[in-house]
Nanobody
Framework: QVQLVESGGGSVQAGGSLRLSCAAS????????MGWYRQAPGKQRELVAT???????NYADSVKGRFTVSRDNAKKTVSLQMNSLKPEDTAVYYC??????????????WGQGTQVTVSS
């Protein structure tokens, strides 16, 4: 069984910062790409940032220059540092991982989501 658990969400005023973390656990051989997605009320889930196993990151245009994704392969964690937050960043944030299990089965797993609320 593989689990991804997010932490670090909360409420902040516009211009503030939050740091999200996501930890993977279970029978994991390794994790390929990991990423952060978000879903605002009434909208589709959208990509925020992804990072490969070697550390190459990609960002949605809306967060470039404000958000930074990082990972620790040894700890099987991925983090999202969010600065200069805007009300439009309000959403439930989900992490995911392209996981290869110890039995070599490969699947994409998702966390349960963490709420980020930015007030103006």
């Amino acid at each position: 069984q593989v689990q991804l658990v997010e932490s670090g969400g909360g409420s902040v005023q516009a211009g503030g910062s939050l740091r999200l973390s996501c930890a993977a656990s279970g029978s994991i051989a390794y994790i390929n790409a990991m990423g952060w997605y978000r879903q605002a009320p009434g909208k589709q889930r959208e990509l925020v940032a992804t990072i490969t196993g070697s550390g190459n990151a990609n960002y949605a245009d809306s967060v470039k220059g404000r958000f930074t994704v990082s990972r620790d392969n040894a700890k099987k964690t991925v983090s999202l540092q969010m600065n200069s937050l805007k009300p439009e960043d309000t959403a439930v944030y989900y992490c995911n991982g392209d996981v290869v299990r110890s039995n070599w089965a490969r699947n994409v797993y998702w966390g349960q989501g963490t709420q980020v609320t930015v007030s103006s």
